[in-house]
């Protein structure tokens, strides 16, 4: 069974930094993009980031480039999200998403994780 | 980027019905088009993958259909469980951008 555990979420004061965590088990990691997806309260989904297999390649929205950076860990199964400057807008729950997998969809996702920025 | 126009943005609907949720983007993605559900308080689910294959355990009921900039989902006949946000996402290019949302009720 694919699952997919995120960890890290909590208050940060605008400015601040968090290092959001993603633990897979259930499929072969290391085959498969990788992604972190947000919603704020309320709102829509947005596609952050996105990470080859091998780390090789990543994709970022426009609005968190330069600021947050998505990486992983295939020997521990392991994805990560380092958030830094962060502002309020990024006050979201940050969802942990295996792909782009088959037609560049995103098959399975983890319960989510909130991060909320705020003074 | 990519630009996603969903409609409608919600709609209420009888059990038994016929529902179709429309969606248009700015430029042609071919059938790189895909469908989620969400429940309220729950992580999107994957409906509905290439515009038009069914992912796995998900009912015979939905359907989807279009290619290039116009596509649509279908409940064919609607059950209860179908209360919830439905979200349709390119994935032609990066950023893999997603629509507005429907938010479906039940009568």
């Known amino acids: 069974e694919v699952q997919l555990v995120e960890s890290g979420g909590g208050l940060v004061q605008p400015g601040g930094s968090l290092r959001l965590s993603c633990a897979a088990s259930?499929?072969?990691?290391?085959?498969?993009?990788m992604s972190w997806v947000r919603q704020a309260p309320g709102k829509g989904l947005e596609c952050v980031a996105n990470?080859?297999?091998?780390?090789?390649?990543?994709y970022y929205v426009d609005s968190v480039k330069g600021r947050f950076t998505i990486s992983r860990d295939n020997a521990k199964n392991s994805l990560y999200l380092q958030m830094n400057s962060l502002r309020a807008e990024d006050t979201a729950v940050y969802y942990c998403?295996?792909?782009?997998?088959?037609?560049?969809?995103?098959?399975?996702w983890g319960q989510g994780t909130m991060v909320s920025v705020s003074s | 980027d990519i630009q996603m126009t969903q409609s409608p943005s919600s709609l209420s609907a009888s059990v038994g019905d016929r529902v179709t949720i429309t969606c248009r983007t700015s430029?042609?993605?071919?059938?790189?088009l895909n469908w989620y559900q969400q429940k309220p308080g729950k992580a999107p689910k994957l409906l509905i993958y290439?515009?038009?294959s069914l992912q796995g355990g998900v009912p015979s009921r939905f359907s989807g259909s279009g290619s290039g900039t116009d596509f649509t989902l279908t409940i064919s006949s609607l059950q209860p469980e179908d209360s919830a946000t439905y979200y349709c996402?390119?994935?032609?290019?990066?950023?893999?951008?997603f629509g507005q949302g429907t938010k479906l009720e039940i009568k």
């Open positions: 998403a295996r792909g782009p997998a088959r037609a560049n969809a995103f098959d399975f």
């Open positions: 259930g499929f072969t990691f290391g085959s498969y993009w």
């Open positions: 990470i080859k297999q091998d780390g090789s390649e990543e």
């Open positions: 430029q042609s993605i071919s059938s790189y």
């Open positions: 290439a515009a038009s």
């Open positions: 996402q390119q994935s032609n290019s990066t950023p893999y951008s």
